[in-house]
T-cell receptor
């Protein structure tokens, strides 16, 4: 069974630009969550999508947005990039967005903002 | 505020030297506690889910336990390949963090041959 895939794996952008990251969940998983990982803050929750609807959102500015398609694939977008947005962005999928179901992570997209 | 604290931040062991990692948590209501392993440059790999105090799970040299305030990850006779960062996360019931995972900062484990 294929795992969570994320594209691209590495990205270098300039301040002020915008970026779109993609995530394909494990087959049959309908919930997709996004996290930002930095050395200082660790893993922080961005948002969760289930059946094309945002169910939950973390404490990030509106520059961070996402969406989910009917096939459960998800994208996140960051507009007006800042140096502090440099991080590993991780996507995780689970069977549902409720209960204690395990979340399985992809390899991440390493974003560097210069 | 829901919070997860892991200790120690870093742990160096000799091969075969057993030890434990700690994860203490404060949540309004615990839905589940998760342990992950993360290797450099990779996404976290799921290890265990614990739902209620007294529950234990085992996998090879790893054993996770849960109380009402903390969880332990016991590593028995570790090998160099167990070297990684171990992350603890909780999923809370209700409140502003419902559904998402709240992670600790992790414990970086190094096992020397």
């Amino acid at each position: 069974k294929a795992g969570v895939t994320q594209t691209p794996r590495y990205l270098i952008k300039t301040r002020g630009q915008q970026v779109t990251l993609s995530c394909s969940p494990i087959s049959g998983h309908r919930s997709v969550s996004w996290y930002q990982q930095t050395p200082g803050q660790g893993l922080q929750f961005l948002f969760e999508y289930f059946s094309e609807t945002q169910r939950n959102k973390g404490n990030f500015p509106g520059r961070f947005s996402g969406r989910q398609f009917s096939n459960s694939r998800s994208e996140m977008n960051v507009s007006t990039l800042e140096l502090g947005d440099s991080a590993l962005y991780l996507c995780a999928s689970s069977r549902t967005g409720t209960g204690g179901y395990e979340q399985y992570f992809g390899p991440g997209t390493r974003l560097t903002v210069t | 505020e829901d919070q997860v604290t892991q200790s120690p931040e870093a742990l160096r062991l000799q091969e075969g030297e057993s030890s434990s990692l700690n994860c203490s948590y404060t949540v309004s209501g615990l839905r589940g506690l998760f342990w992950y392993r993360q290797d450099p440059g990779k996404g976290p790999e799921f290890l265990f889910t614990l739902y209620s105090a007294g529950e234990e799970k085992e996998k090879e040299r790893l054993k996770a336990t849960l109380t009402k305030k903390e969880s332990f990850l016991h590593i028995t006779a570790p090998k160099p390949e167990d070297s990684a960062t171990y992350l603890c996360a909780v999923q809370a019931v209700g409140g502003g963090s419902q559904g998402n995972l709240i992670f600790g900062k992790g414990t970086k484990l190094s096992v020397k041959p």
